[in-house]
């Protein structure tokens, strides 16, 4: 499941260049049964299955340095570009993938953080430890050019989203680039840009202009 991601464009890139690496940790492998299990059922009843303390604990002590280790969780603290930037300056992260009906929350005590990447229910962690894999890496020097990141969403003037983009054709179905980006006024484009960065909050990401 994580090959397909990380063996690609960008972060196969940063790997090649040695700015990170990946090691996936098999849970399977410290279960103390011959069915190698990793989940039980809930004290107190319940549907669904919930995955051990021990076996957990066992895989994430494997790790000879210890590192800043992440539990994967619904009710974790939103992940955020902050978080991103966060991490990116971490010698050595685990990120524990949550599955079935989440974890033992003892685990919670042997953790740094528990992360959410958003108000919803994935089936497992896996695809959230991708998302911060790849937030993440990209901020790492020297992965992507530094003027590239200046101007993304969250990171720009006031953390709003970054402003609307066009390239060719000039004109597609009806649709035009708005004409002061063919203007040549720089001075006038980046007044416009700016002004966009604040109307696209306003529509998509109103919460942004609260905080």
């Known amino acids: 499941m994580f090959e397909g991601v990380f063996s690609q464009s960008i972060l196969k890139r940063a790997q090649d260049l040695k700015k990170f690496k990946v090691e ?82 003892r685990v919670e005590k042997f953790v740094d953080k528990t992360y959410s990447i958003g108000d919803f229910v994935l089936t497992g962690g896996e695809i959230a430890a991708m998302a911060i894999v790849d937030s993440t890496t990209r901020l790492v020097p020297k992965v992507i050019h530094p003027e590239s990141l200046e101007s993304e969403s969250f990171t720009i003037k006031k953390k709003l989203l970054e402003f609307p983009q066009y390239t060719r054709p000039e004109e597609f179905r009806g649709l035009k680039v708005p004409q002061i980006l063919l203007s040549g006024n720089h001075r006038e484009i980046e007044k416009w840009r700016e002004a966009q960065t604040v109307k696209r909050t306003k529509k998509f990401r109103p919460d942004i202009l609260k905080n």
């Open 24 to 105: 996936i940790v098999n849970i399977r492998d410290f279960a103390g049964d011959k069915h190698k299990t990793v989940d039980d059922k809930p004290y107190g009843g319940g549907k669904g299955m919930v995955m051990k303390v021990d076996v957990l604990v066992k895989a994430l002590e494997s790790i000879k340095e210890k590192p800043y280790s992440i539990l994967l969780s619904a009710s974790g603290e939103k992940y955020t570009q902050k978080s991103a930037r966060i991490l990116a300056n971490k010698s050595q992260i685990a990120l524990i993938c949550g599955h079935y009906e989440g974890t033992d929350a």
